[in-house]
Each structure stands twice: as C-alpha cells, then as structure tokens.
C-alpha cells in the first residue's frame, strides 16, 4: 500500500481554521519526572475509587490478568524478521500492550511489580533498539525497525510510552536515561527526522507518528520534539498534528478516509489531544476548530450499524466499536465533553480504559448517568471545508434493527478509498441487506499475503463494479488511477431528513470523460414496516456507451419476475478487466417495466428490488469468485443492469422490505412484493417517480433538477396536476380511479 | 413427498415390548361434559396462581396479544384454495392457534370472551366443513380437506380439540352438537377411517392422525374413537398409536427420521399420551417401554449444538428448541418427570405452555429448581430393538461453544431419509465446521414450490455425495431407492465416551453391491484447545471402483498445502447424475502424505482438515449451485477426495480447529497446523495411526479389526512395541527420537 502525500495546494488554505490561532504559541512542557499523560488527582482517584465501579473493576481484573500472562511468559524481545501476523511481529505488539497495561496497572493499583516488570521489558528494548537497521521484511519507503512498516513502530511508541510516563519516575536515574537514550529518543528521532516522507504528510500514519513523537515530547521534556509533532518537522506548521486535524476531518467530524480508518484514525488523534490537554490546557485543544475531535468521536459511531462500521473504502467487515481505538476514544471523548450519550456506548462496548477518563465513565455508568446515543439521519459532510461530497445516513429510526441507507458521496480518501462515488448501502432487521464487499484483505493471517492487503483488494474490491454504482464501458471511475481520483468529488446536491421520505442527491462529474451522473435516493415511509427505497440514477454522457448498474446483495434468491437465460453447466466470466474478470454469470434476462424484480431472503425477511430498467436493458445475475486462484474472495451475488446508451440514460428501482418468515413458528407471511407498479415520467425540470402499491395506493415522489428552496413546480401525474416548492416532494395518492 | 409404509413384518413382533401388557384393557372415557384434557384442580391453580410465575405469566401476555389481535381481525374462515404458504393455508393454520390460544385463555383465566370467540370460529367451521371435499391443491393420495395435505388437518384437530375441550361445557346443546357434528366428528371420520392408508401405518404423519383422533375420542366420549387411535382402525394393536410408540422410538429413544422429525413427531406423542394419562391413567403411557416417550424428549434435546438440531435427513437448518413442540414437550416431560435438567431447557426457549405443565415449570424456575441439561457424549440407538445402527455423539463439553462431532450410523429413516450412512458433522466454537446440507427446502414460501420440498431435496441434498461419506461410482448408496434402503442398517460395532479419546466404529454392508465400508471416528483430546478428530475409513469392494469421499465445510478457505489445477475462467461441472451434477469444479490437485491438507476459518478459529489420500488419489475442491434453474440451492464449499481403487481402499483424516483470530484486538494466534505429520499402518488385525505435533509430541491411536473387549492385540510403531486389549487404544508418546 503506496503512502499517498495530500499536496496542500489542493486543499483550500486557512480560511475556516483561522480560529485555530488559540493553539498556537510557544510549547510547555512539564518539569521533573512525574507522570504528565495522567494528572495527580486522577491518578489518587483510580487507587482509592477504581475498585468500586463494575466496568472499571473489570477492566482492571483484564488488564491485570493479560499482564500477569504475560509476566509469567517472561521477556520476550526477539530481533525483528517476520511480516504483519509474523511471529516476531505479534510477539512486538504483545510487548506494548504489555509495557503499557502494566504501566496502567501500575498507575492504578501502585503495585511496584507491574513498574518493576515494564522497566525490565523497556530496559531489553533499550539493548535491542539501538542494533537495528531497517527491518527485513520491509516493503516500501515506510520501512519500520521493530515491524515491517514504521506505522507499526509509531503505534508501539504511542502504547508504550504512556506505560513509561506511568513508571518513569520509579526508575534509577541509569535506567530512566537507558531508556530515554535507547528506546524513545531514537525511536522519536526514527519516526520523525528519518522519515520526513511518512512523518509530514496529511495521513493517518502520519497521526500516528506525530503522537508517538509529541506524547514522547512530553514525557521526555523535549519542547521541540513536541513541536516537531505538532507542526511538522520544520516547525512551520505547514503539517504536522495541527495541520491533520484541519485538513483530516471535515466540519462534520468525518475522517477522509472513510468510516473504517476513522476508527483507526481516532486513537492517535485524541490520545495526543488529551496529552496535550494535561500538558498545555491552554491550546483547548478539545475546541479547535469548533470542537472537531470530539465530533469525530460521534461521527465514527454514526456511521455505523449495529455497532460494525459502515465498510466503505478499504474496510474488514468484521470491526465494531468494540476496539481498542473506540474503547479509547469513547472515554477520553467522554472525559472531554461529559455527554451522556457516550456512556451507552460504553455500555454497549463493555469495556473502558485504565484511565482517569475510563474511571469517570465507570463512575458514571453506574451512577446510571446514561442517555441513548442519538442515532441520527444526517449529512456527513467530507473536506476540510465540507465541500467534497458527504456521506448521506437516513435512518428509519434509532434501533440496531431499523432500516438504514448510506449513500457515500464522498471524495476518494487517499489510497485506501474506493473508486465507488455514489454508492449505497442498506441495512435492515440487524442485517446488511444492500452490500459493500469492503477490502479483501485478511488482517495478520500469515498465509494470505502476510495479513496485508491482498492483490484481489485492487483487481476487485477498489473496482467500481464491486459497488453499487454507474460503471461505464466496464472501466472503473477515474480509470482506476487514484492520483486523479484524489482531486475530484462529488457534489451533495441537496439532504433532506424531514417529514415522511428522507432524500439525498448528488452529483459527480467527471468520473469518466465527458460524463456526469446524478443520483437521488429516497427513503420512503409506506406505513407498515421498514420503508421503500428509491433509487433515481440519472447518466448524462457525450457519447455513446454501455452503463452498467450493479446492486450488490445479501441473501438467498427466491424468484425473478422475468425469464432468465441460465448458464447451468457452464458459467462464463463477465469481464476481462477492472473487476469483471471475477464475476461468473449465472443468468441473464431482458426484463420490461411489467416483471423486473428480484427477490430474496436474508434472515426472517423478504426483499424485493424492483426496476424499471432503461429500454433495451438487459440484466444479469452473477457471483463474485471467478479468476481467483487463492481464494481470496468471498463469493456474494450481484444483480446488474446493462444497456447500451446513446449517452443519457435513468435507472429507476425501489428496494422494497417485506414479509415475515418464522421458523420457529413455521409461518410465513408477505413473501411476495406488495407493489404493484413502479411508474417514471420525465417532466419539464424534474423527475417524477410513482409507486403503485398493493390496492392501488400511490405514493408519488418528485424530485426536481434545482435544489433551489423556492422555485416552484408543477406538473401532471397520471391526469392529475401536482405542484411543489424545492427540490424534492412527496404526493400520496388513494389509487382506485389510478 | 410419498408416504412410506413400514412394513410390519420387516420388524421384529412382539418381543422387547411384552411389558406394554400394561396399557391394554377396554377404553375408559370419563362421563360429562367438563374439560377432559386437563384435569381440575389444575386448572383451578392456573387461575389463582398463574400470573404469580414470570414465565407462566409471559405466556399468558404473548397469547392474549395473539389471541386479541385474531379476536379483532375478525371471524374469517375461507374455503380451502391454496397450498402450503398460501393464504388460505396460512389463514387456517392461524385458525387452529386462535381456537387453541383462545381455550388455553378460557382456562387460564376463566374469562367468558375467549370461549365465545373459540366458539364463533368452531360453528363456523362447523357450516363449512361439511360441504368440503378433498382440497383442490392436493398432491397425493393424502388428500386434506381443509390443508393440501390431511396431515395439516390432523394438526388442525389436535390443537382445535384441545381449545374446544376447554370451553366445551359452556355452550348450549344446540351448539355443542352443531360442532360436535359438524366438525370433529366427521374430520376423525375423516382421518381416520376415510384414510386408512394414512392412519394406519408407522410414520409421524399417523401420529399426528391417531392423536388427533384419539382426542377427539375422549372429548367426544366415544371410546372406540379412542380405541381406534390406540390400535388402529380395526383395533387389532397391529397400528396404531401404541405401535407407533413401539416402532418408531429406539430404546433410546431416538426417533427413526432423525433429530429434526423427532421434534416434530414428538408432539402428537406427548401431548396424546398427556390426554391418556389425563383420562386412562391405568395405562401408566409414560411409563410404557420403560418410559420411552421422556426418553425421547431427551434424546431430542441431546440431539442439538447451541439448540439446533442436528441437520440429519429433511431438515432445516434454522430449527431450534424454540418450537412449538419442543415447548409442549418439555413441559408435558417435566410434568411427567419433574426432572430439573429440563427446566434449564424451559429458560433457554423462554417460552412454556399455558398448561398445568407449564404452570409448574414455570413455579420451578421461580423457584430455581433448575440443573444444567447434562448433555453427553453417548450413543442413540437406533431401531426398535436399538439393533439398526445408531448416531454417536462425542462433545468436548457440555457447553455451546464445545467441539460436537455427530456420526451418523442409524438406519434410512424412511421417505425423509438420506442416502448417507456413516456420515458425520462436527462443530465448534458455536459454529457447524464440518457440515450437511440438511433439506432443499424453503418452509411455508410459496415461490419456492409452494414450500414443499424441491426437486434439488432429491437431486441434492438426499444424495450421497452432498454427505461426508464414500460415494463409490458417482453413485449414491442403495441407487439412490429408498425401498431398498429401508432393509439395510448399519452396524455400529463400538461405542467408547471413556477417558481422553472418545470412539464410534461402525460398518456398513450392501449400500453398494459387493461393497463393505468401515469407519472409525475419533475425538482425542490433544492438551490445549478443542480436540482433534480422526476419520479412518476402510473400504472393501469385490471389484475395482473409484471411491470418492466428501468433505463439506464451512468457512473460507485460507490455504491448500499442495498446488492446485484451478478453473479460472470456467468452471466444469463434475458429474452428470447423483447429485455430481450440481458441483462447479473449483480446482483439482493431487497431494502426498506430506502436504494434503486444507486450512480454513470460521469466526475466530482455523480448522485444518489433513488426509493420507491413496495412492494416486486427487483431490476436487468444489461448490454447490451448478445446473440449479431456480436458485433453490445454497453455494457451499466441499472437498472430495477421489480414488481409482482395485478394491480395497483407506482413507485417513484428521479434522484439527486451531489458533485464534480477534477482530477487536487485531491479534492472529495459530493459523498453520500445528501437526507435523500423520501416518497410518495396516498390523495385523488392526490399523495404527499415528500423528506427530509440533515439537515431535505424538499421539498413536490402534483400532482393531474385532470389538472384542478382552481381545489382547499388539503391534510395531516406529520400532516400539505396543500393546492393548480391546478394540481401542491411545499411546501418547514425547517424541524426540521420532
């Protein structure tokens, strides 16, 4: 994975952030040797208290029982040599999550032997540091000593150090000056003056590496190592910690690169930013930039769904909030703002940090202090100025179980973003019901690929057809080439969560020459049960070619509407390139406005995708897995429109829940769709939508071209005149005389 | 789905069951009119004492709400139209629950409402019943009149008699005799002497008919009603419902269709024998064949990992104890038994009945009488006189997240038996690992054949090959005729649960002709972690034939230990018929004894499946869904061990779960095998496999040809001499010098 460097001329400069002027100023840091990551009165607080609150008590009898383990395992430091779930690899980060458990434990029990037992694991480090070159197994210009990426390196500072600032001052004056000398000041020098490349960038490794650098700082009364990490290695501000925080998270609190990397993004942005609150409180930092990292806090668990992070971009299915970064994040969020809402989160993750913000939490859950956290339908917009696209959440409601849609209409996010503008999701019942594949990677696990990314991450996972969106002539946006990706977004036409029907349109331009694309999606109320989903995706291009749909889906197919042209025996691969060579196709039809629809079942419902497809259209069924010699890839269905454009072209379809299947009580209802007709006109400046339900009942959704709040429109449905103000209005209609 | 007469005389007479001699005599109806299904002072206690016990309670809530929703939809009692899911099918089903829930409410609550509306369902029934003929749905020649099937129609009756019986004695004359007439009489005429074809025979589905019937008899008054249930239309005992106790439960209670017909076979049996011992206690039913009917309840509850059944025969894989029979069963068993291992069984379902029964096991957890459900490694006979096979269960534990094996060495099992003898499954973790596809079935939606079950059920999942077990020829066992496999059994010739390796051999002659197979599955405890488990199977055929042995899966592959020939680009099918036709063909490869194996993962464990293959053998890495129009099949992994043999032919493997990966904490323990090798010898009279783990630590495993405990047997491994008596030894050896 190539490290890419944001160039800062194209990110719009000062502007918004000019109240960022209260952290600036000469660095403080603390005299003597006491612990400055933590403040005296806290940590008097974990000993006397710490016992008496149920999650903290918990968290103490883990941590005490992983370092106890490890204690009796013995020191362990072995010369570095195997890659990412490598032997030695795991053995390092066992060794931090060591020197700092015990030096949490330390702070929180006073119990010597855990000071005495992080002291003999640094003092081995500060014998081996010192011997290394690179390490063995690197693969890029990010080479690490101690892993084979200095990420990793920066990420054992960031936990170790705080195990050392907790100790620091049980030590003699030969050993604190063995390890400052051995193992944080060379490993600080490493991350920082060495690798200028990785060091001064606008990046999430670069977060890390300006935390381990600054919190080292701190803790070694180094002003200027502090100010290296605060505003690059020049001093001048130009990068740097503060830079990262301007130019990472937008407005709104989201991280650039996408739900899954915020998660991993958050840990080194407020670790440093509660170090530096105890060290230089007067920089607020908590308040920068309108309070922007505890926003980020909130956004991460917006974007999830039943505690798993939406998987967008480059992202492991399997990764909750239950993690260390969210445990970390949530409590010094926590300590930070006080809000209730946080603390079920807490609850939910059953776990918190050895930490004076961890002991509130604690206290506080038990005081009962909690609020639901207020799951939202909301815009996340993305750039620093919010102005490169969004992340569009509607929400049927607030539960683990209603139905949610994710329209991501964000810019690219650097290397690990996916060529994927406009995109959507859709939850439903606790399950993913509309799918990203998210990254094809299997993380640590030595026999594929050494836990890295995997080849099939480029070839499949990062292609458009992967996703469900516009793929033209089976080439993927941008051709592929993030460089280019990198400066163009999507434009959040207009987001709307009020009232009956929730909408998002944006538009993107460019993705392809000469070709723009529009996509409205709407999240319809119809009564009983979860609502419909519209999606109206409109294409525009300057000449002829093919568009393909995709909708990627969970769940067994139950019926088509139309006929299908099977491969039973043999199953040919769709494409040669850019995603399609690892496509089988099942089956083929050309549907027509009467029988297009899908169904299937995922857990105890039925889905219905229903469309309208584009005259001529052909769709076909197919499954991921072809050209796939490792079995890298998981193997999931994948519905897709096709039709030869003459350049402008309007797909239309609604993703319709239904039905209840029982097992238990061997009942089965609703298992057909309750729609009888989806209707689509072309009027002058707008595009109106109808569905026709079940009896005759219409709902009737007329989104305009303007997302101009007063224009008004008008025009005549099925005989009848409608008329409405803005972008976007809902009619219902009784049906009979339709 | 045809009905399967077994045919008397193929079954041992008399014999094993003389002691039944107690339950003959003349028919005992009690006079009157009140309840008769449920005595008394009983119900007086669920008056006065029900809402006192929080499970009690519940269930009294969840059947109002049901029953009031019904109440307020409104009589509706269309003429029968549609089949299995449709919506008069639905609707009727939805009938029986309200006359049912509304009785159980009369009685639990005296309140005078719900017998009115049971009875204004029941007259209604009463007008359209006799203008019924045979459903115009109807498929075989057990023909329903108010269900596709008459099956359903004697579900109707068992759960309608009870709600009637409840309420019975407070309608007028005219209305008693208009139901009485109108409706149970003729539907028991109906039943049973209309359909004798159906009534009289040994199957689940005259079960369900003599219960209804019998029922019916005591509520009615008629004794040769009753009289007819117990023995058969002409009485003789030959069928019936005593006879069907007799041969469809081995001693151990396991019932001859499988886990997942156990459950639903079971119902009728309690809840019938429950109106026995309510109205004919002499017959002591429950304690009839040495209690065989509790008996059952257990096994059916052993018979589960995490409460869901073993997936062996017809089944679906989504069936837990969370049905409606297990909660009758358990509740009619605890009211039998007072057990309290099955109280824990009641707080894992969260459900009980609305019964005295209920009543109690509710009282019981109130009370916290409750015991862990002791669930064990142990065999279940199978067949009347436990001489047909058996199914053995080896656990690691007794908890949910323990290693299960189950080896499946019971007879056919009748029309929803699988051609599958000697096959076995195993889970861990919480997860199945080693798998069996159960039945190609979607329960109840009428898209899919009116949820009856699929063609793929006969072309897929009954066959052979869709099991792990041998295939010789592309042909599955007994050609795939159930006739003939009703007369064959397999012949389980050891049993062992004792000390750190637990054993099933079994041997099975004739399921091809000329052709006898051999299999011992082992579970041996190897120190840390769940246990490995060793597949020798041996064949013996009278001419040379290519055997195939199967190895279904769950999970993602993570790596093979030799190359592999992939299919790319196109995937052939590997068969033609036999359900081969169904497999895409993946890869083929053809390891040695130094690398077959395949790793891959489940949740948060690895499992490597490592084979000796025969010489010459290939290896066939496939998936299900090939030549499947409808999409009815699931796309599941297996591999297939194939061989060209003269004749004679072993195959050993060993199934070992290992390591740990953690999605939260990104930690990696353990993906590679840590065997090192396996070995296999042929001694005299005995085979001795031996496998070496990492650091030379060896586990020898001799499995004599004979059974003989006192057997003394010895043998050379490795130039060391070994020894034992019996069919079965372990030799734990250090290595080193190995």
Known sequence: MALVLLVSAALPAGGAFAQAGAAQGPVQVQPGLAPVLVGGADL?????????????????????????????????????????????????????????????????????????????????????????????AAKNNAAGKLFWQSLNDAVWVVYSIQGYDAIRDTLSEADRKAIDDGVFRP????????????????????????????????????????????????????????????????????????????RYALQPFVVFAHAIEENEPGRKIFQYRDGV??????????????????????????????????????????????????????????????????????????????????????????????????????????????????????????????????????????????????????????????????????????????????????????????????????????????GSAKISTAEMAGAWPGVTFRRSIVQVDAGKGPPLVLDLLKVKGDKPAQYDLPLHFAGHIIDAGFPLQQNLATRPVLGKDDGYQHLWVDATGTPDASNARLTWINGERFYTWRMLPPAGAQVIIAQSGANDPKFNLRREPVLIQRVKSPGETTFVGVLEPHGAYDPSAETTEGSTSRIEALRHERVEGADIVTIVLAGGRTITLAIADSAEAGLAHKAAVDGKAIAWKGHFARFDGKGGAQ
């Open 44 to 136: 008097a607080a974990m000993r006397t208290d710490g016992a008496r609150y149920p999650m903290f008590a918990a968290e103490l009898k883990r941590v005490r029982k992983e370092v106890d383990a490890a204690m009796k395992a013995g020191i362990d430091v072995p010369v570095p040599k195997d890659p990412g779930g490598g032997r030695t690899h795991e053995q390092h980060k066992r060794n931090y999550m060591a020197i700092y458990g015990a030096g949490m434990l330390y702070r929180a029990t006073g119990d010597q032997a855990y000071a005495d037992y992080a002291k003999r694991l640094l003092l081995e480090y500060a014998r081996l540091y010192p011997t290394l070159g690179l390490h063995p």
């Open 187 to 262: 490993m600080a020098k490493f991350i920082a003056d060495d690798q200028p490349q990785v060091f001064d960038i606008i990046h999430n490794h670069a977060t890390w590496a300006c935390a381990a650098v600054g919190m080292t700082g701190y803790v070694l009364r180094d002003p200027v190592m502090v100010e290296k990490a605060l505003k690059g290695t020049d001093r001048s501000g130009k990068v740097g910690f503060l830079k990262q925080i301007d130019q990472l998270f937008s407005p709104d609190g989201y991280y650039a690169e996408g739900p899954y990397y915020q």
């Open 293 to 498: 990292l505890t926003k980020a806090v909130k956004a991460a668990v917006q974007l999830t769904y039943d505690g798993y992070f939406f998987p967008f971009n480059d992202a492991l299915l399997e990764k909750s909030l239950k993690t260390d970064e969210l445990y970390q994040s949530i409590a010094i969020a926590y300590g930070a703002t006080r809000d209730p809402a946080l603390l079920s989160i807490a609850r939910w993750q059953d776990r918190t940090t050895l930490t004076p913000d961890g002991l509130a939490v604690a206290r506080d859950l038990a005081a009962g202090r909690e609020k639901p956290f207020p799951y939202a339908s909301m815009l996340f917009r993305d750039g620093p100025d919010g102005d490169q696209g969004a992340i569009a959440v509607m929400r049927s409601g607030p539960g683990d179980d209603d139905e949610v849609v994710a329209v991501k209409n964000t810019a690219q996010g650097m290397g690990h973003g996916h060529y994927d503008k406009l995109n959507w999701i859709l939850y439903d019942a606790g399950r993913p019901i509309v799918t990203d594949y998210g990254a094809a990677r299997f993380l640590n696990i030595e026999a594929k690929d050494g836990g890295r990314y995997l080849k099939e991450n480029e070839t499949w996972a990062k292609q458009t057809v992967a996703h469900n969106t516009l793929v033209v002539n089976e080439t993927s946006q941008f051709d592929g080439k993030v460089k280019v990706a990198n400066t163009m977004a999507p434009r959040q036409i207009f987001f709307s969560a009020e």
